[in-house]
């Protein structure tokens, strides 16, 4: 069939053609017009970029099996892609489910049902360029997309925190164990010390003693501060590591010089008296003063440590930066009743004139084999 003949069987059939246009325009209309407003609010977050204080960065570095650990799929080439996929984990859109009964808002029977319309209403994406993140989400209530927006900043900050075990977290956390056992440890002694005090009176020492004392307290706390040092360092370090050798020659050094000051093999002649030259008088005392001084001298280490441990960490940890927070958006971005109205009424025109087009192509055969 020629255009010209198509031409001339159109508008030989107009009236039809512009009823079936007309119809599908009032139908258009009234989608439109019976759709609901939806209404998008959008926030903007820089990613922690710096390389000792980003959590993607430490991911990347040193536990590359963690992204899969996750669930996130996909060669992740930025820490604002990271940060994306984080946002898609089912734990956050659990929480933003939860935190805003989404249930019931979707109508949805099953959470499962819940957490994909909400993330069909996520969208999130990065500047290329600038590394900043766009979170937008789309809502019928736009105060509520504003607040859907903003909590799942808030979730993935909870998250990311959750997920930033750094070599100096775990040793805060190693250090903190340790603190408590030395703390209870030194109130014991301080107890046994007074109890021993009240019992048989021993209230004095003379200075030699003293010193002798106060040496071996400080000499076994800091072994054992060293061997603490040690093991946290073998937790993600190997024997050839530089700092664990460093510290394996000063907890031989320290050994050494507390053997000699505890008189294993001493020649007599050191200036502080050895244990075992001590009186026999008052032997029970200066035990239990040894064990005060050694438990304290400890736990003034490891809270050093502790502290320095828990400095870094608290600088390690990773800092989302939020460059524009979402605010209940004006405008709705759907549905575009013009657009629609338009689609409707050429898809109704051109179905029309396809149809016509197809019953005379059809018709003609049999009037030409009729004739």
Known sequence: MEFRDTIAILSRRRRPLLLATLAGAVVAVTVALVLRPVYRAETRFLPPQQRDSSLATYL???????????????????????????????????????????????????????RKDLLKALHAEEEKKSGVVTVSVEDRDPARAAALANAFIEELRSMAGGLAVTEAAQRRAFFEEQLRGARSAMVKAEEELRGYQEKTGALQID??????????????????????????????????????????????????????????????????????????VGAGYY??????????????????????????????????????????????????????????????????????????????????AGE
């Open 60 to 114: 990347f570095g040193q536990t590359a099996g963690v992204p899969a650990l996750l669930g996130l799929s996909g060669a992740l080439k930025s820490p604002g892609e990271l940060y994306i996929e984080m946002l898609k984990t089912r734990t956050v859109l659990d929480r933003v489910v939860d935190r805003f009964d989404l249930g019931k808002v979707y109508k949805a029977k099953y959470r499962e049902d819940s």
């Open 207 to 280: 200075e030699q003693a003293k010193a002798a004392i106060e040496g071996i307290a400080n000499l076994r706390a800091q072994v054992a501060s060293r061997e603490v040092h040690l093991r946290v360092l073998r937790t993600f370090a190997t024997g050839s590591n530089p700092e664990v050798l460093k510290t394996e020659e000063e907890l031989r050094g320290l050994r050494a010089e507390l053997a000699k000051m505890e008189g294993k093999g001493a020649s007599g002649h050191d200036p502080l008296m050895p244990t075992e030259r001590m009186p026999g």
């Open 287 to 368: 035990r239990r003063l040894r064990d005060l001084k050694y438990n304290e001298t400890l736990f003034e280490l490891l809270a050093k440590q502790h502290e320095l441990a828990r400095l870094d960490e608290a600088r390690n940890a990773p800092v989302i930066q939020v460059l524009d927070p979402a605010v209940p958006p004006e405008k709705k971005v759907k549905p575009r009743r013009a657009l629609i109205v338009a689609t409707g009424t050429l898809s109704a025109f051109f179905l029309a004139a396809f149809v016509l087009l197809f019953l005379e192509g059809w018709n003609r055969p049999s009037a030409t």
